[in-house]
């Protein structure tokens, strides 16, 4: 499992950029930035090398936020290779809350990143099929 920094930001000029900016400033790398908005706030999702710290410089910053559990799944760089992870989860019956598609630095391929109500079985039932797992 990889641990999800979500942060809960106000939809305006220069919000990024100061949640960008604190984190660079405490010497921690992002890996991935997903954002989702609405009209007036959005959430803001990273993966960083330290999500733990940058949830407290965050908070102490004013943003409210938490650290996810997310399941990465390593997936080939190949035309529909993100339909079969797909169709392999809707065979075990396996319901995602969210999913973003990004790159593993380690392994130089598309990483699956999900929100998942139950982890175990999702790495039992995607392990037993073969998917490797950051």
Do not use: W
Not at 15 to 40: C, L, P, Q
Not at 55 to 66: S, V
Not at 104 to 126: I, N
């Amino acid at each position: 499992m990889i641990k999800q920094l979500s942060i809960f930001a106000e939809n305006a000029k220069g919000a990024m950029m100061r949640i960008s900016k604190t984190v660079s400033d405490a010497g921690v790398d992002i890996y991935n930035v997903v954002t989702n908005d609405s009209a007036e706030f959005g959430i803001v999702r990273m993966l960083v090398t330290d999500p733990e710290r940058v949830e407290k410089l965050l908070t102490e910053a004013g943003y409210m936020c938490h650290v996810d559990k997310v399941v990465g799944v390593l997936i080939p760089d190949d035309v529909g290779s993100l339909t079969k992870l797909l169709a392999t989860l809707y065979e075990c019956n396996i319901n995602i809350d969210y999913l973003y598609v990004s790159y593993s630095r380690d392994s130089k391929t598309p990483l699956a990143v999900m929100k998942v109500a139950d982890y175990a079985e999702v790495e039992s039932s995607l392990g037993s099929r073969g998917y490797q797992f950051v």
